[in-house]
């Protein structure tokens, strides 16, 4: 479903992926794991095209290229990417912004369908329903942000879900409604999930069919999920 072939990205002064080569098939769900800066959150960008950096290599989706296409479309075609550092968007409330993007992508659905699944998904993640009608991320604190982005998950029925460091600054209880709601959806829909962590313990809930390391730029090691359990033990270093 996913395929990224030959990639390497860099920034005007600095090389960040050399030659990177990684397929995702349908429902399956792969964990990207590697040291701090190496470039995952890059890589999550470029795949839905963040025009900040240049890029060389192809992106395949669905047997489409998607290197080039516009963030929008990507968006379109079925990915959804939940940032490590979700934005802030002001002006704009969570509702006006669903159903702007449901009426352009075919999916519309009317004011009463529309507000009961939205209420029913607020309640599931255990947040108000006015956060409906809040800007978009603005002023939530780091847990509600992300379970912010889980409302537009749902509303929006993405295929394919990339995940940056979605455990980061979850207290407890929040990650576990985080984890539970992701793995309901991956029950539901089965899509294609590429998450991104440090820590092993989120991959005990979301069990990946493949874990890779990314390390000096490429996928230095991939494995199943005993992967995890090494590097919990023996860190990145040697590998
Ligand atoms: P990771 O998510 O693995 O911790 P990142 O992908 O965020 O790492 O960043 C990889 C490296 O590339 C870092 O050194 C970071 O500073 C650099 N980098 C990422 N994006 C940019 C950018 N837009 N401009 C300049 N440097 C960048
Ligand atoms: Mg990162």
Redesign the pocket.
Known sequence: MLEIKNLSIQ?ED?K?LNDLNLKINDGEIHAIM?P????????CKVILNDK??LKKGTIIFNNKNITNEETSNIAKEGIFLIN?NPIELEGITNAEMLRTVLNASGKKLNIFEFSKKAKEICNELNIPENFLHREINLGMSGGEKKKNELIHLWMLEPNFIILDEIDSGLDVDSLKTVEESIMKYYEKYKPSILI?THHKQILENIKPDFVHI?KDGMIKKSGDYNLANYVEENGFNNI
């Open positions: 920034t600095k960040i590697g701090n800066g190496v470039g995952k959150s890059t890589l900040n950096y490590q991104i990314l």
